[in-house]
């Protein structure tokens, strides 16, 4: 699971739950000894007028050229996915776009050969280049960074370790036998955010 480094830095500027985030830079560590060049990887040709990472990545998603060159690779694509549409830990500033590209007998289910990236900056209003990542065994990690963090809380003495799976909206204390009217085992959003605001409360690394 994703541990988010100096996240007892930015409690004490703000005090909420709100800043355990992640930047765009920590999501692509994950899978970014892999990246390839676009147009080498699946063989499309400038000169023809074929998409390139300067484009959309919606519009290289339904591209009926690139389709093609997949189509000849025995390769096919999953669904286009957007961090828009659901909640993650991503820093609020971005927007990220990505899809999967498979071999063409494989379940998607499985892991894919190609995930394909562009992320949007709403602070600057930039867009990156479309980005290619070889995949090796990379997929489930890459959900968990998006989804996944711990944090511990110390009070006193003791420290209480909590999880959340689906992007802070719950969170588990990992101890059972630490359960107390205040440490519940399980908290919503809401409960957190309250206690990460009590002074008697710190936030270890």
Not at 44 to 61: A, M, P, R
Not at 150 to 165: A, C, L, P, V
């Amino acid at each position: 699971m994703k541990q988010i480094k100096k996240f007892d830095e930015f409690i004490n500027e703000k005090k909420s739950v709100k800043d355990v985030k992640i930047s765009i830079e920590e999501l692509l560590d994950v899978i970014d000894d892999n990246e390839l060049n676009l147009s080498t990887t699946f063989n499309l040709d400038v000169d023809d007028g074929n998409v390139t990472e300067k484009d959309n990545i919606s519009k290289l998603f339904s591209d009926s050229q690139f389709n093609k060159k997949l189509d000849k690779k025995k390769l096919k694509k999953g669904k286009l996915q957007d961090t828009k549409d659901s909640e993650t830990l991503l820093d609020d500033n971005y927007v990220l776009r990505f899809f999967f590209v498979y071999e063409r007998g494989a379940l998607e289910i499985e892991e894919p050969k190609y995930i394909l990236i562009q992320y949007y900056n709403k602070e600057k209003n930039t867009v990156s280049d479309i980005k290619v990542y070889e995949n090796h065994d990379s997929i489930n990690k890459f959900y968990e960074v998006l989804t996944d963090t711990t944090i511990d809380i110390r009070k006193g003495k003791k420290d209480y370790i909590y999880q959340t799976s689906n992007s802070g909206n719950n969170w588990e204390l990992k101890n059972p036998k630490q359960v107390t009217k205040k440490f519940k085992d399980e908290m919503d959003y809401e409960e957190v955010d309250k206690l990460l605001k009590n002074k008697k409360v710190q936030i270890q690394k």
